[in-house]
Each structure stands twice: as C-alpha cells, then as structure tokens.
C-alpha cells in the first residue's frame, strides 16, 4: 500500500468515527487550549469578584433581559404583517430585519456600556484616549444599523414584487388592447 492510499484509508475512518476532518479537531482543541488560558489569567486576580460578575451576569440576563428581548420580539411579530390566509400565524422573516440590528446594536451596548454612559473611570489614564463622544457614535451606528436594514428590507421586497408588477401591467395592457 502506497503512503497516499494508506492516508486516505485512515481519512474516511477518522472523518467517519470524529465526524470533520482533523484540521477540525485540531482547531477545536487550540480554541479549548485558549479558553483555559484566558481563565486562567481572568481568574489569577480577583476570582471572588470574577465569580460574581458570571453569577450576575447570568441572572441579570435570565431575569431581565431574557423577558424583555422576548416581549419586544413578540410584539414586533404581531405589529408586522405576515398571516396565512386560513387565519394561521406564519413565520415572519420581516421580523429579521428588526431582529438583526437591534442585536448588533444590543451586544455593542453590552460590551461598551461604560464608556457609552460615561462610567469609564480610568479609562482616559489607561489608553491615554478621551472617554466622551461613545454615546453620539453608539447611536449612530445604531441608526446606521436600522437604515442598512430597513434598505435591504425594501430592496428585497421591491425586487420579490417586481415580476407580480410587471404582471399586472401585461394584464393591464392586454385589457386595453382588447377594448
């Protein structure tokens, strides 16, 4: 047996036992190798005061944020159009487009949200930058979010009613032709 036929015997029954390939494994255990180091360092300073910020930061999210996320996401599936006509609610992908921006903008909230609401302390001692203008940049990537896309949003529709239009016009046309 020939190295090349040896090494694709080996492949197909390492892919088929694993299920990727082995670049995948090898990947997935430097990410895990990465992770233990980065707890490693958080947790070499203040593990009681780390420990607080996750248990926080876990019921701050299952307590209040979940519930909130949850009924604006309802609320906007019943504000937009979207049922079948037996009366059935349907999946709405509109929704997407509110959904999208309004995480992104949420997550650059979450990770920013002291400088953005000038809670930054020391920040201006550490980076030796100022601390003031995050809230007027956090809001207009945020509107800069909501506008891309509600753009895409009716780009899509126009261009998904576009062969209905054109359509209605032949129809119009033929009828006018008729007469």
Known sequence: MTPRSARSARGPAFRHRYGA??????????????????GIRLLNGDTVGVAIWFVGAALVHDLLLLPLYSLTDRAAQRLLPGHHPSGESVPKPSVNHLRV????????????????????????AYTALPADGFLTRWLLITAGLFIGS????????????RPRRREIRAQARARKATK
């Open 21 to 38: 390939s082995p670049l995948h494994l090898l990947l997935v255990l430097a990410s895990f190798a990465l992770a233990v180091y980065a």
């Open 101 to 124: 921006p309004g995480f992104i903008s949420g997550l650059l909230l979450l990770v920013w949200w002291p400088l953005i609401l000038q809670q930054g302390g020391h920040y201006t």
């Open 150 to 161: 509600a753009a895409v949003f009716l780009i899509g529709t126009w261009l998904r009613l």
